[in-house]
Every structure is written in C-alpha cells, then in structure tokens.
C-alpha cells in the first residue's frame, strides 16, 4: 500500500546538489565573474595605455617631421639670401632665373612658393614704381595705397602662376601679422615665422589659414653687427608662403582618417587654428589625445593629435575576444570540474600558440616589406639577420652578409669605433648617425643608421636591432644648394661672396707664413660688342667657354671668381717670385685670344689683365683688388690683350 502510493517510484530521481556544492559552485561562479571583471578591466587599462603611447609616439614624429621640413626650408632661404647678397645690384631677372632653375617645388614640398619682397625708404616709391615697371610690369603698383613711413613689395614671387601673381606689389609690411615677423627677422638677422594670417592668394573657395617664413637680406660689404646697422643695410626679405592644408599633406600617412591632427598658433584656441585634418567635425573628448609644441622661427605652434574611434581597434578586440574565451572557461571549469579544466588550458595554451605565430607572420611581413634596411646583430656586431630591403640596399647577398661586421660595410669606418658603439648601447642607449656605406657594386650610398640594443630577460644585451635609410638624394639636394649659394649659377665660377672668403683667408695663411700671393683682374675685351650683335644668348655661352678656358690655364690650388658681367678674378694663393703671376696671366691671356666657335660662328674676343701682388700691392683685400683694378685699366690703355702691373 506504500509502495503503490509513491508516486515517483516508477520515474529517475531529479538531480540536485548538496548543501555544500552549492556553496562551491556558487563560490567558484562568483570568483570567476569577479576574475574576468578584474581582468576586463586590466585589459581595458592595459589597451588604453598603448594607445595613448601609441598616440604620443605618432605625435613626437609628427613634430620631428614639421621641424626637419622647415630646417629644410631655412636652408633654401639662406641660399636665397646668400645669392642676392653676392650681386651688388638687385638685378630682378637673374634672381628670377635662380628661381626658376633652383626647382624647389620637387625637393621642397608644401612650398607655395619663393619671392623677394623688396625694402622702400620714404621719397623712393616713385623711382621704385618707374623702375618696376621698365622691368616689364607696366601695371606695377604698390598696395595698399596710403601713407607710411616706409613699405616693402613683392617684386618677384615663383611660381609665377595665376595664385602667385595676385601678390605682386603687395605691401606685406602694412599688415601687422607680417609685419611683427618681418621686423623680428631683422632684428635677430635669422629666420621668423609669422603667426596665422590669410595670404593674398587666396580666392572665394578653398580658403586656408596661412603662414609666411621671412630671411632679411642685408647689402654686400655693410656692417650687419648690431640691429640698427642691419635696418641699414636692409633691402628686403626673402620669403616662403605657405598654405597650411598644403603644408600639412602626408603628415598622417600612416593612419589616414584615424587620427585627428589640429595645429594652433601659439595658444589651443578656436581663433588660433592653423590646420585641422578632420575639419568641421565635433569635439567627442572620448579619445586619447596628446599635444607637443614646436617652435618654429621664433613662433611656437600647438600640435594636437586626437585618436578617432577607428584608432587602433584591433587590439582591443582580440582583448574582448580573450576575456570572453576565459568566462566561457570559467563556466566549463565549474561544470566540467577537473577535465574540463585541463581540455580548457589546452585550448587556450592552442590559442595563444595562434595568436603568437599569427603575431610573428605579422611582424615578420613588415620586415620583409619594408623599404628600409633592417637587420639583426649577435653581441658581437655579427650580422645573424637582414630583410631583403637591407640586401637591396646594400648590393649583397644575404648568406655572404651573414657572420659579416654590421661596420665593415661603412666606408669610412662610420666614426665611432666598434667597442664604443656596443659600450654606448649596454648601458640602454640608442645610436644614430650617418654614415658612408660601399654596396656590393662598388658604388657609395649615404645611410642614417639606427641603432638599438637587443636584450634577454636579465637585462643583458643580446644583440643589437639596426635599421638603415638611403638619404642619399636628400644629402645631393643639400649639396647643390650649398653649390649654388657660393658659385656663379651660369658659369660656375666662385661667385663674389665665395671669392670674398677665399681671398680673406689667402690673406690670414699669408701673413700666418709670411709668404705671398697675387690676385689677378681679368676683363674681356670686345664682350659687350659680341652680346649686342649676337644676341645675350651668344654671350652666355661665350663666358661659359671663357671661363672653362680660364679654368684649364690655373692650377688646381687656383680660385677664378666672377665680380658680374664680363669681369672675372683670379687668386693665386701662393707664389715664389712675380714671374709665377705673370705666367698664369700669359696663360689666361693665351687661351682667351684664340677664336670661339659659337653656334657656327667665330667669334674673337682677348683680356686685359691687372696684376696685384701681396704685400707689395696691398695689405688687405680692398687695397689689393683696387690695385689689381687699377693695373687692369692700364692693360686696357695700353692697347688691350696683355697684362699689366701697378708699379
């Protein structure tokens, strides 16, 4: 009767837990949640963290970029400023010449362009104007028109191009913020940026903010020591315009419309902006943001870098995916108890065996990618790794650049010795230095050099991490401007200022070593008639031959300088007796009388030569080249095509 009224005789017993299992799952349950939250959030921290160094580093290279792009701009204007400073006059068209051979647009970017803006005393305006016009301009006029004490105007601005030509004859010095830096220019005699303004180019669309960067050109010969003798010898400014949208292009080239840059002048303000990447969009104030100064001719800009959602995401959620896998862990743990445990730990252990190979193929992609040349040394400075951009680079195969010296491919040594290099890096520090490097084929490359240690989890150093980078086109394109500041740009020769330098320092060895130099004075003969009838272009190339001419006639130790026009000096730095002089003179005279053939005509022209010799001449440069002057006018009455010497 019992049995028969149990109802659940006949069915499986329901499955229940224990008093104490139940507080151990739901210890275990709550230990987990809280694990995975305590986790979640490290994760969360941990990521937020490399994003924002991620961020700062972004932001570090973006300043180094703007600074190394306008020291590349600085050096441009002082070839600028040494150019006019060689002429004694302003001669407008072989300053646009310069201009307009010099290339700057290809090995300049962001550039606007490169003018002169000229200085105008009071009572100067109308000769000024008068001039401008003769030189082509018949329009010409200074503007804006009103009364000041004294203007500037742009009298040549390249590219001469439709935006360009609106600012021809502007008076950027009636405009405060040009104003402020045209004057802080010449008072420290070194460049000066302006603040934010708005150039004269601009139209009805597409209006930027604009910046002008402004080198003081001072007259040849004057004293420039204190600020007021440099007002004196002012005759204007070399300037760079610079639209900011243009200026800014390629700063965020690794991360495009990930990250929001915006530039300030001075302050983080809205009337201050220079430049914003992401224009019109709201302020969110949820992303990481960092902010690095810059100080740029004398003007500090405010570079703000703002990371947008899309920054950096993926990291962020492999870390959500892992936090999830561990959770689901949890809950197997606790249902599974001790074989769930293991199988969960083998899986996990699997994964993250993925996730480091996917990792390494990762990184291993970029490296074999990269343009650059990286490479891997053992303690040693044994070569143990290269990508195929190193071998590239360096002309080589990779297994004869294994077990090689990271130095013996430099062909100078690179300076520092080997030891000091690996001392430098075990105490932690980084290396970085240029350096010439021999590829395979013989030819030389110039490299900057990256070095950083390599170490084991004791600290030690294990090996170093190079990464090397051709610069050698950015190192010809210094140079040619280096040439260009200090030769004559159609013939080659020293130019005034160049030859200036060289004869003051002819003259400190002279007097050092008590020995003696001659400086010869050559005027060609007939020149002038030559370039009437034959045309300006004839003459061109006449000089060219002449002064190849003369070149072939002087020793290698010899400088031959253009003064302007059809007149050209020769220093000799060193001589015995004043035979020496006489014979270089005869020599040069020699190769001048013979005919030139020009475009299928002959042509004859001849030299007169005036000799100056130290000390007995002059015993400093402006005696001595009067003297020579002096002794070349002499030859000149004396019948021409021979030399003479002031006795």
């Known amino acids: ?57 972004h932001s570090t290279e973006v300043v180094l970029k703007v600074s190394e792009r306008f020291s590349s701009y600085r050096m441009l204007l002082r070839g600028g400023q040494a150019f006019l400073r060689s002429r004694a006059d302003l001669d407008l068209a072989v300053w646009r010449t310069y201009l307009q051979r010099l290339s700057f647009q290809e090995d300049f970017p962001g550039v606007q362009g490169i003018g002169f803006a000229q200085w105008i005393l009071p009572g100067q305006l109308e000769a000024h104007t008068q001039t401008m016009r003769e030189f082509g301009s018949r329009d010409y006029g200074v503007w804006p028109e009103g009364q000041r004490d004294a203007r500037s105007s742009v009298v040549v601005l390249e590219p001469a191009d439709w935006r360009n030509a609106r ?6 010095y009636s405009e405060p913020v040009r104003r402020e830096a045209m004057d802080r220019a010449v008072q420290s005699g070194e460049p000066a940026l302006s603040g934010k303004t708005v150039l004269v180019q601009e139209t009805d669309t597409d209006v930027q903010a604009g910046v002008l960067l402004y080198m003081p050109v001072f007259a040849n010969g004057m004293p420039v020591a204190t600020e007021a003798e440099r007002w004196a010898a002012l005759r204007g400014w070399v300037y760079l315009p610079f639209r900011m949208a243009r200026l800014m292009r390629q700063m965020l080239d690794q991360h495009p419309g990930q990250i929001r840059m915006q530039v300030f002048d001075r302050i983080q303000a809205p009337e201050a902006l220079l430049y914003d990447s992401h224009a019109g969009m709201p302020y969110s104030g949820a992303g990481p943001v960092s902010t690095e100064r810059a100080l740029l001719g004398g003007i500090e800009w405010v570079i703000r870098l703002e990371a947008l959602p899309a920054f950096d995401a993926e990291p962020d959620i492999r870390q959500a995916e892992f936090v999830s896998v561990v959770l689901v862990g949890v809950l197997l743990v606790v249902t599974a108890l001790f074989f769930a445990m293991t199988r969960e730990r083998a899986a996990r252990l699997a994964r993250t065996t993925e996730s480091l190979r996917r990792s390494e193929e990762k990184y291993s992609t970029l490296v074999n990618i990269a343009h650059d040349g990286i490479a891997a040394t053992d303690a040693a400075f044994r070569l143990i790794f290269v990508n195929p951009g190193f071998v590239e680079l360096v002309g080589r195969e990779e297994s004869r650049l294994l077990g090689m010296m990271l130095d013996e491919l430099w062909a100078d040594g690179g300076g520092e010795s080997r030891e000091m290099i690996l001392a430098r890096l075990e105490e932690g520090q980084s290396k970085r230095y240029e350096v010439r490097l021999t590829r395979g084929d013989g030819r030389q490359l110039t490299v900057l050099v990256s070095l950083a240690p390599l170490n084991d989890g004791w600290g030690r150093m294990k090996g170093v991490i190079a990464l090397l980078s051709d610069i050698s086109e950015r190192k010809e394109a210094e140079r040619r401007i280096a040439h260009m500041a200090t030769h004559d740009i159609l013939t080659g020769a020293v130019n005034r200022l160049m030859f200036g330098e060289l004869l003051g320092y002819a003259l400190v060895q002279a007097r050092r070593s008590a020995h003696r130099f001659a400086l010869l004075f050559i005027d060609l003969d007939h020149f002038k008639q030559v370039n009437d009838e034959r045309g300006h272009h004839v003459g061109d190339l006449l000089l060219c031959d002449a002064v190849r001419r003369m070149q072939g006639s002087i020793r290698s130790s010899d400088a031959l300088g253009r003064r302007g026009g059809d007149e050209f000096v020769v220093l000799l730095p060193e001589i015995g007796a004043d035979k020496d002089a006489e014979i270089v003179a005869e020599k040069i005279r020699s190769a001048l009388e013979k005919p030139f053939v020009l475009e299928g005509h002959e042509v004859r022209i001849s030299s007169s030569i005036g000799i100056a010799v130290y000390p007995e001449d002059g015993k400093d440069e402006h005696e001595l080249m009067c003297r020579a002057d002096e002794a070349m006018y002499r030859a000149k009455l004396g019948g021409r095509n021979r030399a003479c010497r002031v006795r």
Do not use: K, N
């Open 1 to 57: 009767m019992d049995d028969a009224e149990d109802p659940g005789a006949s069915t499986a017993p329901a499955r229940s837990w224990s008093p104490a299992g139940g507080v151990f799952i739901a210890v275990a349950l709550a230990c987990a949640i809280g694990a995975a939250v305590v986790v979640w959030r490290h994760l969360g921290q941990r990521h937020d963290e490399q994003v924002q160094a991620h961020l700062a580093s």
């Open 167 to 172: 600012a021809i004859g502007y008076d950027m």
